[in-house]
């Protein structure tokens, strides 16, 4: 029970963190204007030499990996709507981390998110 | 979005593909993670965990549909607003909880699937915000 706590914390935690670290790494290059394939590669050539990036990268790789280790052990119809959770650390997150403005419609959202996700924490089978 | 009939017909089926591949592919990934035993912290037993799963088939046919459903919703987003593919794709948890009940056999109680579904619902009110919050970013 405690490794699976564990491992959801990383899932949802540092995998959120790793998500916000990657829009970081992004915002800095600027925004895609160009979708052509060459294009799409020089801009994520660019993405890669920014630290954030990297930081990103390896919390993302993080979390899968103990998505993995919760899928082994927790039914995917618990660890899929669970990990939901991650809109409410992307929302504080964004909103401290990132510097956005999060709407209350957003908040709200979030708030539906956190309840869905009690009840399929509760409505164990 | 325009009303281009090609287009309509192209943004379905990415649309498609986005909405089931990704729960498919988890359920592929659980189904090859129960085959797998996990031993605890140590380095060996790591390493012992990372060797099964990625010499398990069906836990790579499950991650070569995650990367399906990647590419897929990176393709789309180059054409379709993300206002409009990511409230859909909130679609995903409860395919997810159906192919979790009826292909894996998992038992989900009526509370898990209010649970599945209010998480449904929120996912799609946060899509329906929108995508920027401002146009000047400080970074």
Redesign the interface.
């Known amino acids: 029970m405690i490794t699976v706590v564990i491992l959801y914390l990383v899932v949802v935690v540092v995998g959120t963190l790793g998500e916000m670290c990657l829009s970081r790494a992004t915002k800095t290059i600027g925004e895609v204007h160009d979708f052509r394939p060459h294009a799409i590669a020089r801009h994520v050539w660019a993405a890669m030499k920014v630290p954030w990036m990297w930081i990103g990268i390896a919390m993302m790789a993080a979390a899968f990996f103990a998505l993995l280790g919760m899928l082994s052990m927790a039914n995917a119809s618990f660890v899929f709507p669970a990990t939901a959770l991650n809109y409410a650390v992307g929302a504080v997150g964004g909103k401290f981390f990132l510097k956005e403005r999060v709407t209350m419609q957003r908040w709200i959202g979030v708030l539906i998110v956190c309840v869905g996700v009690v009840l399929v924490v509760i409505g164990k089978g | 979005m325009t009303s281009h009939p090609g287009r309509r017909l192209k943004t379905l089926v990415m649309m498609i593909i986005i909405i089931c591949a990704s729960?498919v592919g988890?359920?592929f990934?659980?189904k090859g993670?129960?085959q797998?035993?996990?031993e605890g912290?140590s380095l060996p037993n790591l390493l012992h965990?990372?060797v099964q799963?990625f010499t398990n088939g069906t836990?790579w046919l499950g991650i070569a549909l995650l990367l399906g459903y990647f590419v897929a919703f990176l393709v789309v987003l180059?054409w379709a607003d993300y206002s409009y593919v990511q409230p859909a794709a909130s679609l995903?948890?409860l395919i997810?909880?159906l192919?979790?009940?009826y292909a894996?056999h998992?038992?989900?109680?009526?509370?898990?699937?209010?649970?599945?579904?209010?998480?449904?619902?929120?996912?799609?009110?946060?899509?329906?915000?929108?995508v920027r919050?401002?146009e000047d970013?400080?970074?």
């Open positions: 729960p988890y359920t990934v659980s993670m129960k797998i035993d996990w912290w965990f990372f799963a836990i180059s995903s948890y997810v909880a192919l979790a009940r894996l998992e038992s989900v109680t009526p509370l898990r699937w209010a649970g599945v579904i209010i998480v449904c619902s929120g996912v799609f009110i946060v899509g329906q915000t929108h919050s401002h970013h400080p970074l």
